[in-house]
């Protein structure tokens, strides 16, 4: 076994950190001062991580999303390619949210627990009216400077209809914000090439402050969250890709792998971004660029593990918890807040926390156990980011196949091998991951992953 472990797979090296942390924090845990040492040794470090993955989201959105408005120039009809993504957007987050109400109703995990004993960090509650702003923000500089990448996306999808329409004006701006999105690939490649780094403070983090049997009394709670995920995922979009898309679902799932499980170790959408946008184009056969407009555009406002299936298991938990008697028009309520609410998530950082306050909210439930769940907010939104990423990646498929813009010679093709690690820039002459050269100077036939 090679011991030098700066020359493990990507993967390995996560699975690695993870298990480190998880052994540090318990250490220290058992140790004494385990808050304390967490908040003055391992959170710095994982706050420095958490926060150049932040840096890098708002000038990497808006450079993604005017360049792919700009691409759809010569795809279709633009109007109708948006109006089928954000419909199956809110199809596939209907039934994961359908899924996530039916598995709690029926595990009941807000049940026979004792008093929690924690105190509440909820957040200022999320009212409709802040989607609205943050859908339309006054002040686009503001936004950016908020983290406010709603808002961003909604400007830039102006702005890149704005140089479609000017023609050949806007060509050189075009090629400016091109290069952008080039360069931030290339800086978000090197903050997710951190990634195992990252993992081992923020799990050791976790475990030091609360210790492992703090978190049993939720066990029931992450269970159900994984079942879920695992029936939205292996049940869900392959009954959605075999009846729509007319594809194998397992071929599907194949093709997708490694942005899927880099959602997974990495927890974030926007970092997986890179290697989910390959996986469209080079894997799963998707034209290159309906895949640039689409992959972007999920990434930002497409949570179905955050945003659907989190917040209604964690409603009738806290239901059930709190005593509150919900009723049908409740529940139809949550289904609501969780589908549209998205769309006031997109983006902003912990997405889940914020989507889970808008529909506690607005069915009226209490927040005090918002501050409980957040301690194994790690361990469920590893499980939730990746099926995030599947959901980003089926519905382009889903469009794609109905649009005449799916390659199937490309999608039942041996899969292409991407970088062993998340998925950088292509440029000429620059070595990958894998320290091989990049993929077009490569072979042209795929291999198999």
Same mark, same amino acid.
């Given at each position: ?16 950190? @993870?298990?480190?942390?998880?052994? &540090? ?23 420095? /991580? ?7 989201? $708002? ?19 633009? %109007? ?15 039934? &994961? ?12 995990p807000g049940q026979g627990l004792g008093k929690l004993s924690s105190e509440s960090t909820a957040t200022d509650p999320v009212t409709w009216t802040q989607v609205l702003h943050n859908l339309f923000p006054s002040n686009i500089v503001k936004a950016m400077a908020d983290g406010n990448v709603l808002g961003v996306v909604t400007f830039a999808v102006l702005f890149g209809a704005a140089l479609v329409a000017i023609g050949d004006r806007g060509a050189r701006l075009t090629s400016l914000i091109d290069d952008l999105y080039v360069v931030m690939q290339k800086v978000v490649w090197w903050v997710v090439r951190l990634t ?11 475990? %030091? ?6 978190? #049993? ?8 969250? /994984? ?10 979009? *392959? ?18 792998? *490694? ?29 290159? !660029? ?6 972007? @555009?999920? %990434? ?10 989190? *917040? ?8 059930? /918890? ?6 049908? #028009? ?21 997405? &889940? ?12 439930? *209490?927040?005090?156990?918002?501050? /409980?769940?957040? %301690? ?18 089926? $519905? ?6 109905? !649009?005449? @813009? ?16 998340? #998925? ?16 077009? !100077? ?6 198999? &992953?």
């Amino acid at each position: 076994m090679n011991l030098r472990v700066w020359k493990w797979q990507f993967w390995q090296q996560i699975v690695l950190s @993870l298990v480190l942390g998880v052994a &540090a924090g318990a250490l220290i845990n058992n140790f004494g001062g385990g808050e304390k040492t967490a908040a003055d040794w391992l959170d710095p470090f994982g706050d420095v /991580y958490v926060s150049l993955l932040k840096v890098v989201v $708002v000038p990497l959105v808006f450079a993604a999303i005017v360049v792919s408005v700009g691409r759809l120039r010569g795809v279709g009809s633009v %109007a109708r390619l948006t109006a089928k993504t954000l419909g199956w957007f809110v199809v596939t987050s209907a039934i &994961a949210t359908a899924i996530g109400l039916t598995v709690a109703l029926l595990i009941k995990p807000g049940q026979g627990l004792g008093k929690l004993s924690s105190e509440s960090t909820a957040t200022d509650p999320v009212t409709w009216t802040q989607v609205l702003h943050n859908l339309f923000p006054s002040n686009i500089v503001k936004a950016m400077a908020d983290g406010n990448v709603l808002g961003v996306v909604t400007f830039a999808v102006l702005f890149g209809a704005a140089l479609v329409a000017i023609g050949d004006r806007g060509a050189r701006l075009t090629s400016l914000i091109d290069d952008l999105y080039v360069v931030m690939q290339k800086v978000v490649w090197w903050v997710v090439r951190l990634t195992p780094i990252g993992s081992f403070f923020l799990i050791g983090s976790v475990v %030091a402050t609360y210790g492992p049997s703090s978190l #049993a009394p939720l066990a029931k709670f992450t269970g159900a969250i /994984y079942l879920a995920v695992a029936i939205m995922l292996l049940v869900g979009y *392959p009954v959605l890709l075999r009846a729509f898309g007319r594809v194998n679902p397992l071929k599907f799932l194949r093709n997708s792998w *490694p942005a899927i499980q880099f959602g997974f170790v990495s927890s974030s959408s926007l970092a997986t971004l890179p290697i989910a946008q390959r996986v469209s184009i080079e894997r799963n056969g998707v034209q290159r !660029e309906y895949a640039s407009f689409a992959q972007p @555009l999920g %990434a930002t406002i497409k949570f179905d593990g955050c945003g659907a299936i989190y *917040p209604a298991v964690a409603a009738v938990f806290v239901a059930q /918890y709190t005593g509150v008697h919900l009723g049908i #028009a409740d529940y139809a309520l949550i289904a609501l807040a969780a589908v549209i609410g998205q769309l006031g998530t997109g983006g902003t950082p912990g997405p &889940a926390l914020v989507a889970l306050t808008l529909t506690l909210t607005t069915v009226g439930l *209490p927040l005090q156990a918002v501050g /409980y769940l957040i %301690a194994i907010d790690k361990v469920i939104d590893m499980a939730r980011t990746a099926l995030n990423v599947t959901g980003q990646l089926t $519905v382009p498929v889903l469009v794609a196949r109905s !649009e005449g @813009l799916l390659d199937e010679a490309v999608f039942n093709g041996p899969p292409k091998e991407l970088t062993s690690g998340p #998925a950088e820039p292509e440029e000429q002459g620059a070595p990958d991951a894998s320290g091989e050269a990049p993929a077009r !100077e490569r072979a042209a036939e795929p291999v198999p &992953a």
